[in-house]
């Protein structure tokens, strides 16, 4: 009964003001947590406003129009995560980021610090989880199937179905497949076509 109400009185808000909110109806963030703790921060006290899926209030993300993501991927939604896509950040599906991620797509310059190098976006496949205070850099490619270790520095591309960790961070094993079944999962509200093929198949 409870979940329902909550999505009665706040599911619907949170479905129009996020656009490219795409998770579990029930289960995943109770949506008045939702609207309290993400909602009202971003739209009342401007706190990444233009971001259009939930980010927290600890967390920053720069430049959101540079950034495609997929479905159950909602950069910045954990604690004290820095988003910064001033050359782009491409996110698959099903990624998770630790509380205190970074992910940097562009550097200052050396001889102008008001200046970006401009350069190539980063690249994130499907089923990535990143832990803990990681950071990516720019120009990264990180394959699908992939977890990145807490505290990570990740300076070059991981390839797919790989764990990978340390300062710069390497592979040290391979990953086995991955098997969640995202055709099971009842959305809080339906999924564009785009996403049908990742949702109708595991990788």
Not at 64 to 80: A, M, Q, S, W, Y
Not at 138 to 167: E, L, R
Not at 168 to 186: L, M, Q, T, W
Request: aromatic share 14%.
């Amino acid at each position: 009964m409870f979940k329902k109400l909550d999505f009665f009185f706040f599911g619907w808000i949170i479905n129009w003001m996020y656009p490219e909110y795409y998770r579990p109806k029930h289960g995943y963030q109770r949506y008045y947590i939702l609207f309290f703790h993400y909602l009202i921060p971003q739209k009342l006290f401007r706190l990444n406003p233009r971001v259009n899926w939930p980010v927290h209030f600890t967390s920053t993300v720069l430049s959101p129009e540079n950034i495609t993501k997929g479905v159950l991927c909602d950069p910045g939604d954990n604690l004290n995560n820095y988003i910064q896509a001033s050359n782009g950040i491409i996110f698959g599906s099903n990624i998770e980021l630790g509380p205190g991620v970074s992910i940097i797509s562009s550097n200052h310059k050396q001889d102008n610090l008001r200046e970006h190098e401009k350069g190539k976006p980063i690249t994130i496949g499907n089923n990535v989880w990143i832990g803990s205070n990681a950071t990516v850099l720019p120009a990264v490619n990180i394959g699908n199937n992939v977890i990145i270790g807490a505290n990570s520095v990740v300076t070059k591309d991981i390839p797919s179905n790989t764990i990978a960790v340390g300062n710069p961070c390497k592979v040290i094993k391979e990953k086995g497949r991955y098997n969640e079944d995202f055709s099971k999962i009842i959305f809080n509200k339906k999924p564009l076509e785009k996403f049908e093929s990742f949702l109708n198949a595991t990788s």
